[in-house]
């Protein structure tokens, strides 16, 4: 079945650090790659999102690349803030797209940034 | 208006009790989902309503009871309740066409507690 594998966590970074958040993902065809954050006592927002291979989402700084040869949507930012303290999931929906197209979640990680 | 609203925000109950959960989206979206999470995890799918029909229930106990009284409202009813049964229960919705966009928009959530 489809599966997603996050790094494990909880990440600590300094303000203005770089940010790399590995997600490896196990689909048959071509599915679609979703991240998104959870700030504390909140639902989950859409971060970014990728369709097909090769596409970069990106938003709010952040960015991540749909690599079908690695099978990889890594997420990343050049120089994160307080403010990105929060839970990142990463996602796919596999094909055929629609209603009944589920979302496949990893375990998501904390990422804490210090002043 | 990408937003997806739910109330109430806080919920506590007793096993006993019955009460219902709200959801609305104004997006046209023709496709829901409520989740459950429990803290520190995904969340997990529990319903599906796909053209205002259940069009899938991922073997949830009978005590939750779905409703989707029209394209606009997702409903959730809750009766004779347990203890474990506390989370955060989260609304979703997407286009929900077939082949179309899929990413799914998430609301707040309600917070359930069940004494």
Redesign the interface.
Known sequence: GDSVTQMEGPVTLSEEAFLTINCTYTATGYPSLFWYVQYPGEGLQLLLKATKADDKGSNKGFEATYRKETTSFHLEKGSVQVSDSAVYFCALSARPFGANSKLTFGKGITLSVRP | DTE?T?TPKHLVMGMTNKKSLKCEQHMGH??MYWYKQKA????E?MF????EKL??NESVPSRFSPECPNSSLLNLHLHALQPEDSA?Y?C?S?H??????????????TRLTVL
């Open positions: 997806v739910q023709r496709a520190k995890k995904p969340p799918l599906v309503y796909s053209y069009s899938i955060l989260l979703a997407s929900g066409l077939a082949g179309g966009r899929n990413e799914q928009f998430f609301g707040p959530g």
